[in-house]
DNA sequence: CTGAAAGCGCTAACAT
DNA sequence: ATGTTAGCGCTTTCAG
């Protein structure tokens, strides 16, 4: 490794002196322009292999107006991101993406975004666009970066409009198959425990529920919200046992919840499925962590992160990808129901 | 909002002249230089607030050769980097020593930088230092980021030199202090699942356990790697009861382990602590997350986190912090010893 | 305390 | 196919 190579200071100005043509050549070389030819080709690419040659980012990016790098934002505190294996699916998926491509991520975990950090980070230009998941309500810093560059929801967006891109899955379909199923396996005094309601995700599910009962004329359980985490799910079901009459199904609007519920169900001496069935939501890994294992509502989070990054791709590539994508849930049977 | 701001496109150019001032004095109200007079403070910082101006992060760091940016490197792949959580408390820690600072982190978690994306991100400027945790010893792409900027290592780097900088655990001292407990509870048979041995923490765990033993002139029991993951520990501990000759203790270098360990323990009509005594290490959430709960040696890796963006920054600043933090580990009875 | 001027390293017309 | 010429938006001497 050379002396520069060490500095990391190659310029192009080296490489073009180096291989005897232009800037303007190397620059060709690099961004994989047709228009050289192969004796410039070969010595320049050999220069940049000897010298090590590595196109200085910023400079690139700021003549050309472009950085090559998308954000994910999520809106949730560390603990959580961390905690909930739907957000381990959804990079993933958008890193499967990504790595076929010539962009890099950056992830922004910031719940409230103190000082702006995040917000100015996009608004300097140094993303070409973002994708945002699990954004509330309250989430207002979201709109300033919306207005900055290309953005694509990861589900429907709080205050949707015509012109936002989302990949979302079917959530009321989701739940009201869930709660039909519930219904067919002979259960008549179902609960559910919800997300929050500042959150499209929480809402749809619950409204799925809500039809599923509906159509076929049952009354509603109680309702309860468990946040979309464990200990949520677990004072919700406390709740709902607390409050006497306990009902036969539970649906469980994430399997995280589910958990926590599984937990207090088994500690007030109660069996499931026997005496309560559990519903879940998601199939993501904790499904088949817990005795029994969830029977659940998949949801394909892999596939909504890769095509979250196609939308953004192709929305910075100029093309016109359709703005609203629906991915389909599939029922997974297992020991809980 | 104006049109430029969202455009995203208000130049210092266009302060300086709502302002009447020049570029310059511009700059030096964003920068926070003293030498400006109160009056042009005042209308710079109005008309910043007016424009809603955000300087643009490529220009600035090609002027000033600085991003304000560091990366956070996991040679791991997605799966294993949000399984355990480890890295979430380490992320945590970083992010909040950086969130005092105006750092940003640029997170890659790239197991074999497939195309030198990381390392030609890194080479490019694109930051001005990095926290490299979790690295092998076939992890080679690494020594072309440390000679391009300046790194601050998670733990013992795998070939360790005087200029290194690294916030470790005491590693050796933690499993050797494990170790001595489980013997000064009486334990004689005893086993461990160590890391793996292309990593210091799986290197340096396993030596420990060997120096306790040794110090009480105890034969080593069987040694199996469980990969510092759930599944591994789980076949490492199936493979210890296989060979027959049960051990009345294993020392686990990860809790995560343990917890696979706990399973297959259970399935083969095991006691924990009666028949098997389990140790683990690390006491994250997943210690308590099983039946029985884990006695374990805790790794303080929030601090862990937040010391090595200490060390990084003071670096970045100009300042000579010490090459070597070691922090210290803490045995947590609960049940399963 | 302030402004003018010279780049930072690269891309992108525009010629040729 | 290749080189020349302008910048991209900012920081940073250097004068004054």
């Known amino acids: 490794m050379t002396t520069e190579a060490m500095r990391g200071s190659v310029t192009i100005e080296e490489v073009a002196a180096a291989a005897g043509v232009s800037r303007s050549t190397v620059s060709r070389v690099v961004n994989g322009s047709s228009a050289v030819s192969p004796e410039a080709l070969e010595a320049v690419t050999r220069v940049i292999a000897e010298l090590n040659y590595v196109p200085n980012r910023a400079a690139r990016s700021l003549a050309s107006r472009q950085t090559h790098a998308v954000a994910l934002i999520v809106p949730e505190d560390t603990t959580r991101f961390f905690g909930d294996p739907f957000f381990a699916a959804i990079v993933s998926g958008i890193n499967a993406r990504l790595s076929r491509s010539d962009y890099v991520l950056n992830l922004f975990i910031a719940n409230d975004d103190p000082g702006d950090k995040t917000t100015s980070y996009v608004r300097s230009g140094a993303v070409d666009g973002a994708i945002i998941v699990s954004h509330h309500t309250s989430d207002t810093f979201i709109d300033r970066i919306a207005s900055s560059v290309p953005v694509v929801y990861g589900g429907r967006?709080?205050?949707?409009?015509?012109?936002?891109?989302?990949?979302?899955?079917?959530?009321?379909?989701?739940?009201?198959?869930?709660?039909?199923?519930?219904?067919?396996?002979?259960?008549?005094?179902?609960?559910?425990?919800?997300?929050?309601?500042?959150?499209?995700?929480?809402?749809?599910?619950?409204?799925g529920y809500h039809e599923a009962l509906a159509a076929w004329e049952l009354t509603p359980g109680a309702v309860e919200d468990g946040n979309f985490t464990a200990d949520g799910g677990a004072a919700a079901m406390q709740r709902i046992l607390d409050a006497g009459d306990a009902p036969d199904a539970v649906f469980i609007a994430s399997d995280l919840m589910a958990r926590g519920a599984l937990a207090v169900i088994g500690s007030a001496g109660l069996r499931v499925p026997e005496d309560i069935a559990i519903m879940g939501f998601d199939d993501s890994p904790v499904a088949t962590s817990v005795i029994p294992h969830l029977t659940t509502m998949r949801q394909p989070s892999?596939?909504?992160?890769?095509?979250?990054?196609?939308?953004?791709?192709?929305?910075?590539?100029?093309?016109?990808?359709?703005h609203v994508t629906i991915l389909e849930t599939e029922l997974v049977v297992r020991d809980s129901v």
Do not use: S
């Open 302 to 322: 892999f596939a909504q992160g890769e095509r979250m990054a196609t939308v953004l791709l192709d929305l910075l590539a100029g093309k016109h990808p359709r």
């Open 157 to 207: 967006p709080v205050r949707e409009r015509e012109r936002d891109y989302y990949v979302d899955v079917d959530n009321v379909r989701g739940a009201h198959d869930a709660t039909t199923y519930l219904i067919e396996r002979g259960r008549r005094r179902i609960a559910t425990i919800a997300g929050p309601l500042d959150m499209p995700a929480g809402v749809d599910r619950l409204q």
